[in-house]
């Protein structure tokens, strides 16, 4: 294909504005799947995809289009939509030329339109506005227009009004990319050099890469190097999507496709690196910025055997999405696992969800947390923790850091007020409003980031009728008076229920935990002590009574003495346990007390 032919672009918008229908509409318009083939959320591959009606992985697709007798290839790569996914989305823009920025006509902008068209700008890609759904009884064409031309400066003209559902103005919005959008640039005649922008992992190929080559070519049987890991394979087949994977036998300078290398290795083939000729290799093309993980949780497999095939479903999940970060950990109450990083609640969800269906393992978690810097006064330099278990003793910290984050939410105007007081009740700071018109505001604040982790997403929803959203980034680390809350269970403390807590709030939290645990451990044949404390001091209990059983059940008759005496020895035999029996706690109690 001429390289002046090639258009390369992504969709990018808030979850749920549409992407995915339009990106159905495209295949079916260009012809690139056939009718009887077609299925609703064709690029959504996944099962969790097509549930729960979200994209969480970047997948990029091949048209042909013909305009005035001339035949293009577009690249489409379909990106996700919630704030957990930010970094898929970055790797399609760097992959690209332009991007499609769709809107919703009933919803408006929303925090991730302006959050992606902040990271498309970065990229320096060709916007191309489109306001969907205009087929809906409710939706406001109008007032979206007059929104995004406030937001972001486009004119009447550029804006496209169009149905994703219908189809209706599809075939503008696709001579819109082939017009505005810039044809690839870059050297055929120089030595290969292709970008991953993501991968995955096939038993019986190996690793396959997804890449954009940015110059030369690549065809099939040549021998390949990936720069940065310096690791040698061959190229055993080259191809394109179709959506499906197919193959052309080379990809030219401007092209997106796949390579299939063979590697069992999966770190060998990290997203971000560069592949190029083995014989002439090229400099390494910037990667991607390295992502930092948001929430912490660790991960456990229920029974102990499984915890090779735990580490080997990481790995592959890992190759799959380049944003998961794990490290090996043990806790003695629940055995051998991965500590591991996560962009936020979401991405948690579908990492347990796909390893426990993809891997078919069962799993337990902790408590979703936060990093936290501790600086002591033995040594200068500061050092991260992940767990509260971490922590040195209380009276070498000289600072506790907590990590803050900006956070934006749209909202209508009429929810304002408790918008405010669910932010400023979890110690979030008021900073400013912009106004988006049509009664809607965008409101600034900065908050702790372990008060947004565990339930914030769902009670914002719930306040505003489901019509906020919300993006955050990362702002900085700030000291606070933040304690460890341990919990102590019949006086043994259980390192994996201890947390983190700001002081004004740790009473509150101890008592939740403790009354939630009552309700969770099965009695025993003894009292069980529940207590809440910070350092030496208990600031809450509650206790499990003993089991009761009927020892005198099989007396008939006789002085009352035989029953004190037969009381009596039970007693002791309590006593006794109560000295030395264990409570075994089950992993339900650790799944309960993630959830708030």
């Known amino acids: 294909m001429n390289q002046s032919n090639i258009r390369n672009f992504c969709i990018i918008a808030h ?32 099962d969790l995809e097509r549930e729960r009606g979200i994209t969480i992985k970047l997948q990029p697709v091949r048209m042909s289009y013909q305009l005035q007798a001339t035949t293009y290839e577009l690249n489409l790569i379909d990106t996700p939509g919630h704030v957990d996914f930010a970094y898929e989305v970055s790797r399609s823009l760097a992959a690209c030329e332009g991007a499609i ?39 406001m064409p109008e007032d979206v227009a007059i929104q995004v031309k406030d937001a972001f400066g486009f004119t009447d003209e550029e804006i496209i009004f169009a149905s994703g559902k219908t189809g209706e103005n599809v075939d503008k919005i696709i001579e819109a990319v082939i017009k505005k959008v810039p044809a690839p640039k870059g050297d055929s ?101 390295e992502i930092k993980p948001m929430v912490f949780a660790s991960i456990f497999p229920e029974s102990g055997d499984d915890y090779p095939a735990l580490r080997d479903a990481m790995d592959k999940l890992r190759l799959n999405d380049a944003s998961l970060t794990f490290d090996p950990e043990s806790i003695p109450s629940l055995g051998f696992g991965f500590r591991t990083g996560f962009l936020g609640l979401l991405h948690m969800d579908i990492v347990r969800e796909r390893l426990s269906r993809e891997f078919n393992l069962d799993l337990v978690l902790t408590a979703p947390s936060v990093a936290y810097v501790v600086q002591t006064t033995r040594d200068a330099k500061d050092t991260t923790i992940y767990n509260p278990s971490q922590l040195p ?14 956070l934006d939410i749209i909202v209508p105007e009429k929810y304002l007020g408790s918008v405010m007081s669910l932010v400023t009740g979890r110690r979030g700071i008021y900073k400013n409003t912009s106004y988006l018109g049509t009664g809607r505001l965008n409101l600034h604040f900065e908050i702790p980031l372990a008060n947004i982790v565990s339930d914030f997403y769902d009670k914002l929803k719930s306040i505003s009728s489901g019509y906020a959203s919300m993006n955050y980034d990362f702002l900085e680390y700030r000291e606070g008076d933040l304690v460890k809350l341990d919990i102590l269970v019949a006086d043994d403390r259980v390192d994996a229920m201890a947390m983190i807590v700001h002081r004004s709030i740790a009473e509150a939290e101890g008592r939740r935990i403790v009354e939630k645990l009552k309700t969770l451990i099965p009695k025993q044949q003894f009292p069980v002590a529940l207590q809440g404390a910070i350092g030496g001091k208990i600031i809450a209990r509650e206790t499990i009574p003993a089991m009761r059983k009927d020892v005198t059940a099989g007396l008939y008759g006789g002085d009352v003495t035989r029953k004190q005496k037969v009381l009596k020895k039970q007693k002791k035999g309590k006593a006794r346990l109560k000295a030395f029996g264990k409570v075994d706690i089950p992993q339900e109690a650790f799944i309960s007390l993630m959830k708030r």
């Open 101 to 139: 920025l769709v809107v919703d006509a009933t919803q408006g902008i929303q925090a991730q339109t302006l959050a992606n068209v902040k990271l498309a700008m970065e990229h320096d890609l060709v916007l191309i506005p489109v306001i969907n759904k205009i087929d809906l009884p409710n939706s």
């Open 393 to 406: 003793d209380p009276s070498i910290i000289s600072a506790l850091l907590e990590p803050w984050i900006t």
């Open 189 to 289: 005649s120089a030595p290969l050099q292709a970008l991953i922008f993501d991968s995955k992992y096939d038993k019986h190929q190996g690793v396959i890469a997804y890449i954009r080559v940015m110059n030369g070519a690549v065809t099939t049987n040549e021998a390949i190097k990936f720069i940065n890991t310096n690791t040698a394979a061959s190229a055993i087949e080259v191809g394109y999507f179709a959506p499906e994977l197919k193959k052309s036998g080379k990809l030219e300078t401007g092209e997106v496709g796949y390579v299939v290398t063979g590697l069992r290795e999966v770190a060998k083939a990290r997203v971000g690196d560069t592949i190029s000729t083995a014989h002439t290799p090229s400099s390494a093309l910037p990667g991607y910025k």
């Open 15 to 46: 979850i749920d504005h549409g992407k995915s229908t339009l990106a159905d509409r495209f295949l079916e318009v260009t012809g690139t799947v056939e009718k009887r083939k077609m299925k609703e959320q064709l690029l959504d591959s996944m």
